[in-house]
């Protein structure tokens, strides 16, 4: 029931985000990564890195693990973007297409 807390040093960035915390992912030695959702570049990036990805967590760390062990949150072969969140690719300006 060990986990590390990483920080996301890429969550202000205004384009890569997804791949610069999916290297920074990478780079700490996690095989495992259980999430809410992924990005699809954070996806690939962390695909290529071998590192397997399971979505659908939410809940308290200890909770999350406990689901990831009995089977409950399964690793995907696909991201799963739920929503999009910040501006970019023209959303979030309050404009509507028509």
Do not use: C, D, W
Not at 5 to 33: F, R, T, W
Not at 43 to 67: D, H, M, P, W
Request: glycine share 18%; charged share 20%; aromatic share 6%.
């Amino acid at each position: 029931m060990k986990f590390e807390a990483i920080p996301n040093i890429a969550a202000g960035a205004m384009g890569g985000a997804g791949i610069q915390a999916a290297q920074n992912v990478a780079s700490s030695g996690v095989k495992v990564l259980v999430t809410g959702n992924v990005g699809p570049n954070a996806f690939q990036a962390l695909s290529a890195a071998g590192i397997k990805i399971a979505t659908g967590a939410f809940g308290t760390v200890r909770e999350v693990i406990e689901k990831y062990k009995r089977g409950e949150l399964k690793e995907t072969n696909m991201p799963t973007v739920r929503g999009h969140f910040g501006m970019g690719m023209g959303r979030g300006r309050g404009r509507r297409q028509r």
